[in-house]
């Protein structure tokens, strides 16, 4: 498995991943985005976000979103992991963990102080694995959202 960050001529493969993410997850009616919601997120001057996309012989495979957050106390980046998925059949443990540590190593030579991100109870990649590479859960904050 070969990994590429999200550019122009790749665009395209990182929507269409995300669409059958959202299917998958059965929550095709929550994604409203459209192809240039993307490019305009992940290709502006400033972007929104950032992406790497898995290819496997040339065919996207999978993916992982990410964008920065502020660590106030440290006054650091933090590495923040939005989305992270692998079509079936390439779902396995070894890939995940491949695009966990990829964001690891992506972190470092950001000179952030972290990574972080939220795992869904019922869809997450395997506690343990996540565990394995040496994430920890945080139990002190409880995570709230208004959508606008």
Same mark, same amino acid.
């Given at each position: ?6 550019n122009k001529g790749n665009i395209d493969d990182? &929507? ?9 997850? =059965?929550?095709?009616? /929550?994604?409203? *985005?459209? +192809?240039? $919601? ?46 992270? &998925? ?9 890939? =995940?963990?491949?695009? /966990?540590?990829? *964001?690891? +190593?992506? $972190?470092?030579?950001?000179k952030c102080c972290r990574v972080e991100m939220r795992v869904l109870k019922a ?26």
């Open positions: 498995m070969e990994l590429a960050n999200v990182l &929507y269409d991943l995300n669409a059958k993410l959202a299917e998958s997850e =059965k929550q095709r009616h /929550l994604f409203t *985005a459209d +192809r240039e $919601s993307y490019a305009d997120a992940f290709l502006a001057t400033t972007p929104a976000c950032f992406g790497s996309l898995a290819y496997q012989d040339e065919q996207p495979v999978g993916f992982y979103i990410y964008n920065f957050k502020f660590a106030s106390y440290i006054a650091s980046r933090v590495l923040y992991v939005e989305d992270m &998925y692998l079509v079936d059949g390439f779902d396995t443990d070894e890939n =995940k963990k491949l695009l /966990l540590q990829h *964001a690891v +190593r992506r $972190s470092q030579s950001e869809f997450n990649p395997g506690y343990g694995l996540i565990k394995s590479v040496g994430f920890s859960e945080i139990t002190k904050w409880d995570v709230y959202r208004l959508d606008l």
